[in-house]
Every structure is written in structure tokens, then in C-alpha cells.
T-cell receptor
């Protein structure tokens, strides 16, 4: 998708291994978000960032950490992956229209933890 | 209560029919209500949104109806088409925060 690139798009890993997902934006937005999507739960906010080195927790932050060392990159790290973290992860940025809750999402990173 | 309850979980509609998806909330701090459309393998995409001081918003075949007193809002898709087959999420934004709460999603299938 124009504006956001997520990598990797697919990953299979084993329980206990560290995993890092990357979100790269070309829109120079201050805000960036990480969501996870699971059947029956919709999308849930994991962490978000409101500037370089400025991050905050969302609804489901346990087991996840994030880092934002430059405006364009927002990294999501699972220090020790568990099977409950098998999910599709989406990065998002504001759509640019100025209305709250209007986000532009990347295409997702599908993570399977065996 | 920071939940948005969405129903039905799945919906099958004949081509040309009306698709209706309902959402309800409790938190009066919600002040913006977007709907997202998601096709398989893609990220959600903003479809249409409404503020609570408006009772209805229409964009093409898509209409949001909003009932502030009942704390309910719904998406109506008129003249539903097979290309509308997707998963739809309602959402609500919390006033003065960066938090967006999503419903659990409705899988819509439109058959020709």
C-alpha cells in the first residue's frame, strides 16, 4: 500500500523466539499505531507512537514492546513469542484528513507461532 | 465500558438487496464513529464516518444511521453488489485520545 510498508508479510516462528515486525511510512506522520486482528475480536490496539521515542500502551500491550528511533519506522517486538500471539498485525497512520479515528492501514503481517 | 458491540457476525444478502450492520456502545466519551471495509488479504480501509451530532450520513450506496439516545449506529448498503462482499468493522474514537475501539466485524457475502 502506498504510504505504509510492513515487513515481513508472513512469518512462522517457534515459541520462545524473538520476533520483530517493521512498519515503514513515507507520509512523515507523527502518529503510528500497531494493531492485532483476531477472529471474534476485531482489531485491538497494541501500542502507538506520537513521535520519535514517544510511545504508549494500547489495550493488549502485554508481551509486546515497540521502538521509534526515526519518524518513518515503528518496530513491534515480541521478546519471546507465544502461541497466543499468532495473529495478523497491522500498522496504521492517520489518514491525513484531520478527523480522529480515520486511519490508513498497511497490508498486514501474518505471524504464526508454533 | 470501552466496547463496541457489532452484529450480526455474518450476513448473506442477494444482489440488489439491502445489507444492514448494527453497532452499539456504552461509553459517552466516544465522539467519532467510522466504518471500515476489509477485503481478504488486505488491511481495513475507511469507508464512511459520522459524528454524534448528525443522525444520518450518506455516501453513494452507503449510509450511516446514528441514534445518540440509544447509543446505536448502523451501516446500510443499498443495492448490494457481489463486489461489496467483505468484512465490515464499526469503530468509535474516544474524545481527546488517540484510541480507536473496533467492533468484532461482520462478514458480508452478496450472492448474484
Amino acid at each position: 500500500d502506498a504510504g505504509i510498508t510492513q515487513s515481513p508479510r508472513h512469518k512462522v516462528t517457534e515459541t520462545g523466539t524473538p520476533v520483530t515486525l517493521r512498519c515503514h511510512q513515507t507520509e512523515n506522520h507523527r502518529y503510528m499505531y500497531w494493531y492485532r486482528q483476531d477472529p471474534g475480536h476485531g482489531l485491538r490496539l497494541i501500542h502507538y507512537s506520537y513521535g520519535v521515542k514517544d510511545t504508549d500502551k494500547g489495550e493488549v500491550s502485554d508481551g509486546y514492546s515497540v521502538s521509534r528511533s526515526k519518524t518513518e519506522d515503528f518496530l513491534l517486538t515480541l521478546e519471546s513469542a507465544t502461541s497466543s500471539q499468532t495473529s495478523v498485525y497491522f500498522c496504521a497512520i492517520p489518514s491525513g484528513e484531520g478527523n480522529p479515528g480515520e486511519l490508513f492501514f498497511g497490508e498486514g503481517s501474518r505471524l504464526t507461532v508454533l | 465500558q470501552q466496547q463496541v458491540k457489532q452484529s450480526p457476525q455474518s450476513l448473506i444478502v442477494q444482489k440488489g438487496g439491502i445489507s444492514i450492520i448494527n453497532c452499539a456502545y456504552e461509553n459517552t466519551a466516544f465522539d467519532y464513529f467510522p466504518w471500515y471495509q476489509q477485503f481478504p488479504g488486505k488491511g481495513p480501509a475507511l469507508l464512511i464516518a459520522i459524528r454524534p451530532d448528525v443522525s444520518e450520513k450518506k455516501e453513494g450506496r452507503f449510509t450511516i444511521s446514528f441514534n445518540k439516545s440509544a447509543k446505536q449506529f448502523s451501516l446500510h448498503i443499498m443495492d448490494s453488489q457481489p463486489g461489496d462482499s467483505a468484512t465490515y468493522f464499526c469503530a468509535a474514537s474516544i474524545r481527546n485520545t488517540d484510541k480507536l475501539i473496533f467492533g468484532t466485524g461482520t462478514r458480508l457475502q452478496v450472492f448474484p
